[in-house]
């Protein structure tokens, strides 16, 4: 277990930067996730704590040694790809011991660790079968052995859980979970995925661009976004936006409502609006809304209601829930 | 049920007018090499009787393999040695090749590629000669290094292996750094054993290339401690008697026989790469 220092790093590829200088401390133990869309430079950033990719400037330490130009095998890293990289010609167990017998590590030892892992993400019984005998799940699970026989001091996970269907992506969100709080260690998750940001990380790191927009635990960033990137980025729906004579009226150039944030009724509301579609997802009702005042509008709603099209209802946004912005920031409130 | 698919007739039909053309000449050396006798042999031949065995005996198999004047397992453990010999080394050195240029950071690898490929087009007639000098003057003829050291280095094979190597997915040489492999090592332990189907699509072209190699060997061996087969069967046709086509038929059945048995062995690997990659054997 140690802390990841960034300092200063920068990388380009030619002319074209890609990461200009960057910041960053992952404190020891946590759970960091970095989130951004695709190109931000998200999986950059974790390739270079890897060593597969070159730093072009700075430094980055892992618990307080230099390793800017270690080898990767040198650095004390384990990383689990989105396509598990398994070895298609080796079974489970030789996938998950391999690199240790490489280390030259004694046969006894190494098959203890393996079976230790293989515990631990229950894959005892399908120690002898090969990659292409396994589900996505159980492939998934074999990557993730295959890091944790290392005992790295960190781990790097580059967007593990795409290639799952919903259902094994949430198990999987579980099950990563409670292994980082069974093993302590210091994990590192890079995804786009927003939602697997706020159910996993303990720290969350919004990048835009190669650039950090915002670092904070999650319900700091749903509660109070520094951006109207993050705004934007962090919760589901997205965050509706208002400008113009209204978002002054709050006292900034850009208002920011979370659809969760806003009432609607029939009969009074601050802004007029017609329904344009209603989505039914069961527990909640998503609600798109046309309003004159304020333009598009999306609105969820507890439980089932009735929403058809071209209906006239009344959006009231919670005044204590909203976000202001200023110059591209949240101004103070 | 319908026996044809719409649309698979023709091409069934095409695959058999090849099939037959190809083992007509088959039938016709099995039959000839099974007939011990001389003039019946030179009645039938150009007959449908030469298709069709009528008399079997193995008349002509024992003269050829107890003939003490060309001693046939003699030639033949020359052939394979000289072929398997060439085929080891050659999957060897010409897979690390394309090892280096597919996945190494070689500088201007793709150029060296090229120039590997544009040999290809160079006729190995044409460089004989030169061969020929230089072993000469190493003092290598009648030897079975002579026979292995030109096959080694072979263009297709590399291209083949680049191919291959080249569409090996990142993550896996990547996922092998993080565990320490050497560059050596994912050669050795990630991209040999997956090319399996490279490997044999390479040893089939190869052993048919080599076991059947004639021009070079006959220029480079004297005597039978060296020489292969196809060489000790050109040897029926250089004196003036009559060609005995029993003998010279179950010779070839005999020299045919490991290629068929090698090309079964490999079969299901060969047509697997050959499907992937899109090269035709």
Request: charge should be neutral; include cysteine.
């Amino acid at each position: 277990m140690a802390d990841v220092r960034i300092a200063s790093v920068t990388k380009r590829y030619g002319a074209v930067e890609v990461v200009p200088s960057l910041d960053l401390h992952i404190p020891e133990g946590s759970f960091t996730v970095l989130v951004g869309p695709s190109g931000c430079g998200k999986s950059t950033l974790l390739r270079m704590i890897a060593g597969l990719e070159t730093v072009s400037g700075g430094t980055i330490a892992i618990g307080g040694r230099d390793i800017t130009h270690a080898a990767p095998s040198k650095r004390g890293v384990a990383m689990v790809f989105q396509s598990y990289a398994l070895y298609p010609h080796m079974t489970v167990a030789e996938n998950i011991g391999f690199g240790l017998r490489l280390a030259g590590m004694p046969k006894s030892e190494m098959e203890a660790r393996v079976r230790e892992a293989a515990d631990i993400l229950q894959l005892g019984p399908l120690l002898d079968r090969k990659p292409k005998q396994l589900s996505g799940g159980q492939r998934q699970r074999v990557a993730i052995g295959r890091a944790i026989v290392r005992k790295p001091k960190v781990f790097l996970f580059d967007e593990p859980l795409s290639n799952l269907d919903a259902a094994l992506r949430a198990q999987m969100r579980v099950e990563l979970s409670e292994l980082h709080q069974r093993l302590g260690s210091t994990m590192v998750y890079v995804t786009h995925d927003q939602v697997e940001a706020m159910t996993m990380a303990d720290q969350i790191v919004v990048l835009n661009k190669g650039c950090i927009e915002q670092v904070g635990a999650p319900m700091d960033l749903y509660r109070a976004p520094q951006t109207p990137f993050v705004a934007g980025f962090i919760g589901s729906p997205k965050m509706n936006f208002i400008e113009g004579p209204i978002a002054r009226e709050f006292g900034g150039e850009l208002l920011g409502i979370r659809p969760e944030h806003v009432t609607l009724s029939d009969r009074e509301g601050r802004w007029s609006c017609t329904v344009r579609h209603a989505e039914h997802l069961g527990g909640e009702t998503l609600v798109h809304l046309d309003s004159p005042e304020v333009g598009r509008l999306t609105v969820k709603v507890s439980g089932d209601i009735a929403a058809a099209p071209g209906v006239q209802l009344y959006a009231t946004p919670g005044l204590d829930t909203s976000h202001v912005f200023k110059g591209g920031l949240r101004a103070p409130s | 049920m319908n026996l044809f698919p719409r649309g698979t007739l023709m091409p069934f039909l095409f695959a058999c007018v090849v099939a037959f053309g190809v083992l007509l000449p088959l039938m016709m050396m099995v039959t000839i090499s099974l007939n011990p006798d001389e003039q019946d042999i030179l009645v039938s031949m150009g007959t449908l009787k030469s298709f069709i065995p009528e008399v079997i005996s193995f008349q002509n198999y024992i003269d050829v393999w107890t003939d003490p004047a060309r001693p046939f397992f003699r030639y033949m453990m020359n052939t394979a040695i000289v072929t398997l010999a060439t085929l080891a080394i050659s999957i060897t050195i010409n897979s690390m090749a394309a090892f280096v240029v597919a996945q190494g950071s070689l500088p201007g690898k793709k150029g060296v590629l090229l120039f590997i490929v544009a040999t290809i087009a160079v006729p190995a007639e044409s460089l004989v000669l030169p061969q020929l000098i230089l072993a000469g003057k190493l003092g290598l003829v009648d030897t079975y290094v002579v026979q292995i050291l030109p096959g080694i280095a072979n263009a297709l094979s590399i291209f083949l292996f680049f191919q291959f190597f080249s569409r090996i997915p990142k993550d896996l040489f990547e996922a092998a750094e993080l565990d320490g492999f050497s560059f050596f090592q994912k050669y050795r332990h990630i991209a040999l054993p997956l090319s399996r189907p490279v490997i044999s699509a390479v040893a089939i072209l190869q052993f048919l290339e080599m076991w059947n190699a004639y021009l070079w060997p006959v220029m480079v061996t004297r005597g039978p401690e060296v020489r292969p087969l196809t060489v000790a069967m050109g040897a029926f046709f250089g004196t003036n008697q009559r060609i005995p086509w029993g003998d010279v038929m179950a010779f070839a059945v005999s020299m045919a026989v490991p290629v068929i048995l090698f090309f079964l062995l490999m079969q299901r690997q060969f047509i697997a790469s050959v499907m992937s990659s899109g090269v035709k054997g």
